[in-house]
């Protein structure tokens, strides 16, 4: 079983930035995919940020292209989410999720079948 812990929300102002990490412990593949989504009151589990763990393959989403970088540090078994130019927009919790290997699917959160349990981030215009 694989689990995930999210940490690093927090309130910051427009223009601001934070740096969520996903800690990633259990049994994993050499090359399992960790991806960030977020989710705003009333609306679907959005699609943010997707990497495997070798780094090799890395996807964003539109509004994440530009500002946020996903990054990993294998050492610490953890994912990282850079999130910079932060807009009221971006105000979510936001999930950590996992799966055994990368995919074309990396965008859909119904393919994830490991979910941390979400950081709040509100950013304040």
């Known amino acids: 079983q694989v689990q995930l812990v999210e940490s690093g929300g927090g309130l910051v102002q427009a223009g601001g930035s934070l740096r969520l990490a996903c800690a990633v412990s259990g049994r994993t593949t050499g090359n399992y995919a960790v991806a960030w989504f977020r989710q705003a009151p009333g609306k679907e589990r959005e699609f943010v940020a997707a990497?495997?763990?070798?780094?090799?393959?890395?996807d964003y989403a539109d509004s994440a292209k530009g500002r946020f970088t996903i990054s990993r540090d294998n050492a610490k078994n953890t994912v990282y989410l850079q999130m910079n130019s932060l807009k009221p927009e971006d105000t979510a919790v936001y999930y950590c999720?996992?799966?055994?290997?990368?995919?074309?699917?990396?965008?859909?959160?119904?393919?994830?079948?490991?979910w941390g349990q979400g950081t709040q981030v509100t950013v304040s215009s």
């Open positions: 990497t495997s763990w070798s780094g090799v393959n890395k």
């Open positions: 999720a996992a799966d055994e290997y990368y995919t074309a699917n990396y965008y859909s959160p119904l393919r994830y079948d490991y």
